[in-house]
């Protein structure tokens, strides 16, 4: 197993990701869904911003059940999406750019419309038959267990004509594969490498805890927290049905593949505690490059929480692994509904200062917010099963907002989810305004490309208390002062010597702070160097 961590650092260590949703990000040809063509067209948007790598949800042959995340092909583009043809232009575009590509690779389980589901259908004695998770009805009759799917109800579907239950941890549209099998395996890597000899740079592996389940499907044990209003899949603790230790091989099989090609990342969606998070960093690094990291997701947004938060996380980390940080994605609300729009501005100082790659949502350097989706307009499946509990993934999904003119200069025609956020959360208006969130994105992002204090530096925590968190970065004499307000008043802080200001959360900020008593306005958050 190559080591992950060198000298110098791997590209991935230093660099920023920006996450495309492929289908908002920007149309081409007026059907009111982004494309292929979108997203190339737009990648001088993407190069001054200064990220370092983009993610693309999944663009593959599918019926759109989930959109995208079930796949019936997994070596094509949708044609909604374009053609191979544009995305290796897009890809040829994007290097000679500087900018690496990352894919989606959803191994878990493909559409219920892949001819190897088709084939396994055919019947038990289909050579493909194992490929899936197959069982019989329990003794008394109904599904083998009590594993619920995480778009509601029971993860099992009966199949009349071989009188057996299949398994989809999602739809039932989204069969489970069954990587016990060593042909799925093979078959998978096989596309893997399909995807690296067009010259991808990694993958992001959807629901990678997962892909291992139970071997005696033992039932899932309940719940104590469970209670109205939540959804279905949190009436059983999921103790079976993923995070089982034999995903690991599968992992390290996945790191083999993709080390066979130089430094490809391997990034994983894993939601689950610190402490098992940290596991998939694999036995001597064998694992993904980074986990990712969705605490700031989840955390209570104020200071004491989010400081304990991220010293527990330095401390789980394993020898040599390289930390990263996400504040949304397209399954998550956006951060800036979360926090406020005042707070997001602190939420991008944190996550463009702290230790480890940061992953930034498509729209959220502009503060774009969630839209409200009218319920008759709701797309996303999740909503659709299990609707009025505020489930529904739509409204962090809305077009990117490029212009404020209608159709957002997203599209010509009608957009497929409506356009979200504030008029003035567009590009075109954020670009002319040196005070805007996008400025704020800009200068962060290029200081942490001038500062390897930020970008490669350690993590030190500066004791505070109250609403302020502060720590420091430093890489060999250099040091650099994060300090964050997480409140909403004026709160004195005490600075040990002077300091230069290098970027502010606030427009008119002074040049210099301290020494002694500074005075930080309420959700300011400056980044500071040593006079
Ligand atoms: C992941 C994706 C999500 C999708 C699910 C099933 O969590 O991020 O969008 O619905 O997997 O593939």
Redesign the pocket.
Known sequence: MSSTLGTPPVWWQSGAIYQVYPRSFQDSNGDGIGDLQGIRSRLDYLVALGIDAIWI?PFFPSPMA?????ISDYCGVDPIFGTLGDFDRLIADAHERGVRVIL?F?P??TSDRHPWFAESCSGRSSPKRDWYIWRDPAPGGGPPNNWTS??GGSAWEYDEMSGQYYYH???KA?PDLNWRNPQVRAAMMDALRFWLAHGVDGFRV??IW?LIKDAEFRDNPPNPAYGPGQPDIARFLQVYSTDQPEVLDIIAQMRATLDEHGDKLLIG?I?LPVERLVAYYGPELSGVHLPFNFQLIHAPWNARGLDTLIETYERALPAGAWPNWVLS???QRRISTRVGAAQARVAAMLLLTLRGTPTIYYGDELGLEDAHIPPDAAQ???EKNEPGLGLG?DPARTPMRWTSLPGAGFTEGVPWLPIGGRPEQNVADQMSDPDSMLHLYHRLLKLRRAHEALSLGKYESVVATGDILAYWRRNGEEGLMIVLNLGHKNTPIELGGVFSVLASTHPDSAEEAGPGIFVMRPDEGLLLKPR
């Open positions: 949800s989930d959109f995208g995340y079930d989606d959803v878990n389980h995480n778009f941890a999602f739809l989204q959807d629901v997962h969606e939601y994605n397209h399954d996303d499946p999740w993934r």
